[in-house]
């Protein structure tokens, strides 16, 4: 089993920047994919952004694409979000995941393909 703690979230102006963090904890050969949801008030949680631990290789959604990068720190178990020109739509609860597995790319952003989840952290952008 994983462990993970997101960190980072805030309230932001539009066209504002942040960085979000996710710790991760427990053997790594759990989470060879991880991604990146987001949850509004009375909405789906949607998937943003995926990374496969091992290549590195990433995609992104394309609600958010050319403005969100995810990274990580493989060092620090560190799973990052940068979020670049926010935007009001993009206010939610954000949450780290991870599969133990290589998720298929037809399941990058749905939720039901992880195994673990962080608790998740608030991002607010005002207009």
């Known amino acids: 089993q994983v462990q993970l703690v997101e960190s980072g979230g805030s309230s932001v102006q539009a066209g504002g920047s942040l960085r979000l963090s996710c710790a991760a904890s427990?053997?790594?050969?759990?989470?060879?994919?991880m991604g990146w949801f987001r949850q509004a008030p009375g909405k789906e949680r949607e998937g943003v952004a995926f990374?496969?631990?091992?290549?590195?290789?990433?995609a992104s959604a394309d609600s958010v694409k050319g403005r969100f990068t995810i990274s990580q720190d493989a060092a620090k178990n560190t799973v990052y979000l940068q979020m670049n020109s926010l935007k009001p739509e993009d206010t939610a609860k954000y949450y780290c995941?991870?599969?133990?597995?290589?998720?298929?790319?037809?399941?990058?952003?749905?939720?039901?393909?992880?195994?673990?989840w962080g608790p998740g952290t608030q991002v607010t952008v005002s207009s």
């Open positions: 990374i496969y631990t091992e290549s590195e290789f990433t």
């Open positions: 995941a991870a599969a133990a597995g290589v998720v298929p790319a037809n399941s990058w952003f749905r939720s039901s393909a992880y195994d673990d």
């Open positions: 427990g053997d790594p050969y759990n989470r060879k994919s």
